[in-house]
């Protein structure tokens, strides 16, 4: 029987865990589909140790996955200061006319109405803090030939999360196979890094179809809860773009008695962001500031394929709040005695929402 009751899930120190530093994987597999794929079932039935190339085996046909199909931009810029120093530009987002949200570093010396240059034409000036993200600055930038968007992709690299210290071979490997969008996110979707040709193909064929939305990733999504309660924490806002085409998908899925498996967090953010009740969505884009923690309903994602993510994370508690407290640190606890690999480039887990039980 659980001992966690509903106000003690609101305690920041439930979601906290000690995860070794040789558990956070480095470098992604050689294979993407070789990584393991921890099965989480509604209830208390036994979790299952698989392989993700075993996913199409764990779905029926008729139900449907959700993919972000958000693009990582090369949003890391560097250059030198006129002292010598390394200057450090992170796009986060595009907020229009120029300007954008931006991690920089060192922060101290780049105050507002510092200019910095970065070569090819491109300047960037700091204009300030930047509102709906904690710890970023409002920043113009200039350039003097192309598109600033166009030259921040040249010019700059594709950021890895802070815990990845290994240098990255092939930048492709931060991107899902089946990106489309432009280049728009500070971070990947990491669920979908799973994901090869040779998977989307096997679950076509059983019937399984895809259908996709897009969240624009935020470096928000890596920032550990620093308040001692939950619901103090603030939480960032991503741009997101639910088609039409896809709440035709759900709809259909639904009138068919499939189920709605959303891949990853930013996906499953998307739909309830857009919940319409009945198991719906209605077509929209905005932004969203969406924090589900336990006590918040879950209208329309009946089951989740996500990474393992950092301790005190929203992520963390997202997970928390869809299979339950105690079953949270269930699987988390299997995960960390059996060898899986954790957080962006780790291992995965499928998992259900209670009510949502595999036919």
């Known amino acids: 029987m659980s001992t966690i009751t509903r106000l003690d899930a609101l305690d920041t120190a439930l979601y906290d865990y000690v995860l070794p530093e040789e558990r956070i994987a480095q470098t992604p597999l050689a294979e993407r589909d070789a990584s393991r794929l921890l099965h989480v079932p509604p209830g208390d039935a036994p979790l299952e140790d698989r392989g993700f190339r075993d996913l199409p085996e764990l779905l029926h046909p008729d139900d449907l996955l959700v993919l972000n199909d958000t693009r990582v931009r090369a949003a890391r810029l560097r250059t030198r200061s006129e002292n010598g120093g390394t200057i450090e530009v992170l796009v986060v987002q595009a907020l229009g006319d120029g300007r954008y949200a931006c991690l920089v570093r060192p922060g101290r010396r780049l105050r507002p109405g510092r200019t910095v240059q970065f070569g090819d034409g491109l300047s960037a000036t700091i204009e300030g803090d930047s509102p709906g993200h904690p710890g970023a600055r409002l920043v113009r930038f200039h350039c003097s030939e192309g ?30 196979v089946y990106a489309q969008s432009p280049p728009q996110s500070a971070a990947a979707p990491t669920a979908g890094l799973h994901f090869t040709p040779r998977v989307l193909h096997a679950l076509r064929d ?52 499939g189920r709605v498996v959303a891949v990853g967090t930013t996906a ?54 869809f299979i339950g407290t105690d079953r949270w640190r269930a699987a988390y606890g299997h995960a960390l005695r059996g060898g899986y690999r954790f957080l962006s480039f780790g291992d995965c887990m499928l998992c259900w929402r209670g009510g949502s039980a595999p036919r």
Do not use: W
């Open 147 to 176: 598109g600033v968007d166009d030259t921040i992709e040249r010019l700059g690299t594709v950021p890895l999360p802070p815990y990845i210290h290994e240098p990255l071979q092939d930048s492709r490997r931060y991107q899902t």
């Open 206 to 257: 059983k019937g399984i179809r895809t259908t996709t939305v897009r969240l624009e990733v935020g470096l928000g999504t890596f920032a550990p809860i620093r308040s001692d309660r939950v619901d103090a924490h603030a939480m960032h806002e991503e741009r997101f773009e639910l088609p039409a085409q896809a709440a035709d998908d759900i709809a259909r899925t639904r009138a068919g008695g």
């Open 268 to 321: 499953v953010r998307t739909l309830e962001s857009c919940a319409a009740g009945g198991g719906l969505v209605a077509p929209q884009q905005g932004a969203t500031r969406l924090f589900l923690k336990p006590g918040s309903p879950f209208q329309v994602v009946d089951a989740m394929l996500t990474n393992f993510h950092a301790p005190r994370s929203s992520l963390v508690v997202l997970v928390a709040a």
